[in-house]
């Protein structure tokens, strides 16, 4: 996976953020098994729960479009001065097509990025063990 490439890619989604609330710009790529990126930025609500993250919104993009076999995802936050890792609920929304050992790499810019995986982010999951059963 090239972390560059896709870190630009998500990096260029946060632009389209629509985060009025926060002011909190964040962007995904998404890369597809066969080599297609999907991108999503978070869009929020005045009621402020209904806020989709940039990384759902990726997915919802990407599986929209046909696809469901993904390699790995990169986040961009960059109105941060540090890396914000994936929310609860998208690790939760990644880890249903993302297998455990796919890269998760969040970074607020290319030099301060962090590189994980998926079964880091959300250890002991069943959904994961039963696909890797099978
Ligand atoms: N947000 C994301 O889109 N992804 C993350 O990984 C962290 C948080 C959004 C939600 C909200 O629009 C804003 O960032 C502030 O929390």
Do not use: W
């Amino acid at each position: 996976m090239d972390h560059d490439r896709l870190f630009a890619i998500a990096l260029e989604a946060a632009n389209s953020s629509y985060s009025p609330y926060s002011k909190f710009r964040v962007g995904a790529a998404l890369l597809c098994a066969d080599g297609t990126v999907f991108s999503g930025a978070n869009v929020e609500n005045r009621s402020f729960g209904l806020t989709v993250c940039a990384e759902r919104s990726a997915v919802s993009a990407a599986v929209s479009a046909g696809k469901r076999d993904f390699l790995g995802i990169v986040v961009a936050t960059p109105d941060a001065d540090y890396p914000v890792s994936p929310c609860g609920a998208c690790r939760q929304v990644l880890s249903e097509f993302l297998a455990s050992a796919a890269p998760v790499v969040f970074g607020c810019s290319a030099a301060n990025r962090v590189v994980t995986t998926m079964g880091e982010l959300l250890p002991n999951d069943a959904l994961h063990e039963l696909k890797e059963r099978r």
